[in-house]
């Protein structure tokens, strides 16, 4: 952060994008950053933003980073940056998202457990030993002294078929199976090595799957369908949840993420009947492509950038380690019920996630964002992008019919949001 004259009525951040092989969110995050402009805090600062692509090499303990706030997309299996992002969170502030302290130590399974502990109806879950023994001189005497034989049969038997295997630490559905009997069982635990694997019960006749996303104080919660090829997995449907049930998922995601700390992340619900089934909530990396997200996109862009600045030009400090603490005082309480508990839990997030502070800086600071973002994905300047991202991703014979596709459905939310603010 520098200070551009002596008066320091200007103040530049620069936000620095940690990212794998996506190109197609990066490129309109830029775009919508550099178009919005900067922002007028209330002491009469104004905050102006440049963003920059990070690379990967070798750095000094001590060296200060030039970024106030990283996205971070690669970290989750790229050890050498997700060093360099502890490094600046603990030794020069840097605000993070995500944090890589909570996302190393609180994968899958710890969030499974702490979710459980608060009362979330999270699927009986079994973690199982390894399947081929570890990469390690010691485990061979540490098994043959310690590890108890164990029937998988029986420990299905538990859960009750039909049941997931998943990898306790997994993203994007690797490594998950869907097991109806014994054969399926075996043939799936041969197969996942090195894995280690939990055993979950299936929430079968469930009547639909949501899927929210998360960017800081905001959520949208989708109709999700796993079994769809990736372009048709989100339906663009605004009322496929009673309003009762619509605010029970959105407020499980955000407690999720307040207690873990995560401040990008999605959070994948069963809903059967009037239960909401937590099942998979621990995504350092969630999908913000424009070929999936499509009609929504538009919305995950608007919301990281308001993020980004409100976070900066607030000098919201960052928390790196998790405190169960005040959310176990609430769940050990026997005069409350899940949904006052549930209540309760959201006080906890709206807090930490500062959101009536967020939402009045949004509206004061960030007056013309919807304007200026309609604006961009109105643009042909979008659109390129959106070809471009078309083109590289699918074979020439299918360009014609997807960018046919993902065109209508961007139009259609320009449609949406041009009357929603017109009106």
């Not at 090195?194 to 905001?218: N, P, T």
Request: aromatic share 14%; charged share 25%.
């Amino acid at each position: 952060m520098s200070m551009s004259d002596s008066t320091a009525t200007e103040m530049k951040h620069v936000i620095g994008l940690l990212l794998g092989t996506e190109t197609d969110w990066p490129n309109a995050f830029e775009a919508l950053v550099r178009r919005a402009g900067g922002v007028t805090d209330g002491t009469g600062t104004r905050h102006l933003y440049d963003v920059e692509r990070i690379t990967i090499e070798p750095f000094d303990l001590r060296q200060q980073p030039s970024y106030d706030l990283v996205i971070d997309r690669l970290a989750y299996w790229y050890y050498h940056p997700r060093e360099w992002l502890k490094k600046v969170a603990l030794m020069d502030g840097t605000y993070l998202l995500n944090s890589p302290f909570t996302f190393q130590a609180m994968e899958k399974h710890a969030a499974y457990c702490a979710m459980m502990r608060l009362g979330l109806k999270v699927p009986a879950t079994v973690l199982v030993p390894y399947k081929n023994p570890v990469d390690h001189a010691k485990y061979a005497f540490t098994a043959e002294r310690y590890n108890e034989p164990f029937d998988l049969d029986k420990v299905a038997e538990h859960v009750g078929y039909p049941l997931f295997m998943k990898p306790y630490d997994g993203g994007a559905w690797r490594g998950v199976s869907r097991i109806r009997n014994a054969d399926e069982l075996h043939r799936a635990y041969d197969e996942s090595g090195e894995m280690l694997m939990h055993l979950q019960a299936s929430v079968e006749g469930y009547d639909v799957f949501a899927r929210s996303l998360s960017i800081g104080a905001e959520t949208m919660v989708m109709k999700f369908d796993p079994d769809q090829p990736m372009h048709n997995r989100y339906s663009v449907d605004h009322n496929f949840l009673t309003p009762e049930l619509g605010e029970e998922v959105l407020t499980i995601g955000r407690v999720v993420n307040a207690f873990f700390r995560w401040e990008f992340n999605s959070c994948e619900t069963l809903v059967r009947g009037a239960d909401v089934h937590p099942i998979d909530y621990a995504n350092a990396c969630p999908d913000v492509a424009i070929t999936s997200l499509h009609y929504y996109f538009p919305w995950a862009m608007k919301a990281l950038v308001k993020w980004s600045v409100f976070c900066t030009a607030t000098r919201r400090r960052a928390n790196p380690h998790v405190d169960p603490a005040p959310w176990f005082a609430i769940s050990d309480r026997d005069d409350l019920g899940y949904d006052e508990k549930l209540t309760a839990y959201r006080a906890l997030a709206d807090t930490y996630f500062e959101t009536d502070r967020y939402q009045d800086f949004s509206a004061s600071r960030l007056a013309d964002i919807d304007e200026v973002a309609l604006a961009y994905f109105e643009s042909q300047e979008f659109d390129a992008l959106l070809v471009d991202t078309v083109t590289t991703q699918f074979p020439p014979h299918e360009h014609e019919r997807f960018v046919a596709h993902f065109r209508g459905l961007l139009q259609l939310w320009c449609r949406d949001e041009r009357a929603r603010l017109s009106g």
